[in-house]
Nanobody
């Protein structure tokens, strides 16, 4: 069994910052790409940022220059540092990881954490 547990969401004013964390646990042989998606009310889930096991990153255009994705491979943890937050960043943020476990490679998801940007 593999689990992804997220933390760090909350309410923040426009221009503020939040840091999300997501840790994978369980029977893990290897973690490939890790990343963050978000889903706002009435919208489809979208990729926000992703990072490979080697550290290569990619971001959706709307967060470039404001968000930074990083990971600690020793702790099976991925982070999302969010700066200069805008009301349009309000969404449920989901952690995602491509994990080789028990002889199979699967795509795992966290439970989601709410980020609300409002004055």
């Amino acid at each position: 069994q593999v689990q992804l547990v997220e933390s760090g969401g909350g309410l923040v004013q426009p221009g503020g910052s939040l840091r999300l964390s997501c840790t994978a646990s369980g029977s893990i042989f290897k973690i490939y790409a890790m990343g963050w998606y978000r889903q706002a009310p009435g919208k489809q889930r979208e990729l926000v940022a992703a990072i490979t096991s080697g550290g290569s990153t990619n971001y959706t255009d709307s967060v470039k220059g404001r968000f930074t994705v990083s990971r600690d491979n020793a702790k099976n943890t991925v982070f999302l540092q969010m700066n200069s937050l805008k009301p349009e960043d309000t969404a449920v943020y989901y952690c995602n990881a491509d994990i080789y476990s028990d002889g199979h490679e699967y795509d795992y998801w966290g439970q989601g954490t709410q980020v609300t940007v409002s004055s």
